[in-house]
């Protein structure tokens, strides 16, 4: 339990997950542009299949690739790259909510955070959490 409140808010992503968020943000990149599997393959020069594996994550996108797809997305692949760090792991989202509405000071901060409308204010929130995280990670860590 631990572990998945960890990852939900911050703490490093696993080599697996790296590769599912990088699929994600390709994937993501190419509809917001309006373009098929066959317009980013022609545009990257590679094959519709072989963006088909990408997605699937049958195939994993090694560098040079990943700076062909961001080229024919017009996207810096600074900004892939830095997407995938605050893509969360909804896997560990229902655990963790569970797991912070069991205790008084969670159960506080959920109707706090239920109640705030302001987006700005929920942004900074969570900025602020992830920030204690990063802090406690790299305290324990050293």
Known sequence: MKKNLERMIGAPLTPAEYDRALRE?????????????????????????????????TNKVSVSRLM?????????????????????????????????????DGRKLLFVLQRTMDPSQVSLISQLVLLLAQHRNTSENA
């Open 68 to 104: 062909q797809l961001s080229h024919a997305l017009g996207v810096p692949a600074s900004r892939l790259i830095a997407e995938i760090e605050v893509i969360p792991d909804t896997s560990s989202v229902s655990n963790g909510l569970d797991h912070l509405s069991s205790t008084e």
């Open 25 to 57: 943000v390709l994937r993501s990149y190419r509809k917001q542009g309006g373009l098929t599997k066959a317009d980013l393959a022609t545009a990257a020069g590679v094959s519709v299949q072989q963006i088909k594996r990408y997605e699937e994550g």
